[in-house]
């Protein structure tokens, strides 16, 4: 049973991360890229200690797509320009 309702988390937080990568528009904040991450990072170590292949397999891929996000979010950051502070002159 533990199986089972760790297989419909994982999926459903993949099926999340992987809209989110088809969706080119959808830049993921830097805390999202790294919470994720660390959530299905722990989720994999977790459920391979158990035992449970599926939920280990789904959250891997659900790893490859942030990852893919976090190139997504470091390539935007690095095109906005920095804001000068300060007023501007005439």
Same mark, same amino acid.
């Given at each position: 049973? !533990?199986?089972? +309702? $760790?297989?419909?988390?994982?999926?459903?937080?993949?099926? /999340?991360?992987?809209?989110?990568? =088809?969706?080119?528009?959808?830049?993921?904040?830097?805390?999202?890229?790294?919470?994720? =991450? &660390?959530? #299905? %990072?722990?989720?994999?170590?977790?459920?391979? +200690?158990? %035992?449970?292949?599926?939920?280990?397999? =789904?959250?891997?891929?659900? /790893?490859?797509?942030?990852?893919?996000?976090?190139?997504? &979010? #470091? $390539?935007?950051?690095?095109?906005?320009? !920095?804001?000068?502070? %300060? %007023?501007?002159?005439?």
């Amino acid at each position: 049973m !533990v199986s089972v +309702l $760790l297989s419909v988390t994982f999926a459903c937080g993949l099926l /999340i991360a992987v809209a989110h990568v =088809l969706n080119r528009a959808f830049v993921a904040p830097v805390y999202d890229v790294a919470a994720n =991450l &660390t959530a #299905f %990072g722990c989720a994999v170590a977790a459920s391979l +200690l158990l %035992g449970h292949w599926a939920p280990a397999a =789904l959250s891997s891929v659900a /790893i490859v797509c942030w990852l893919v996000l976090a190139r997504r &979010t #470091f $390539l935007a950051l690095r095109r906005t320009p !920095v804001r000068e502070h %300060g %007023g501007s002159r005439a």
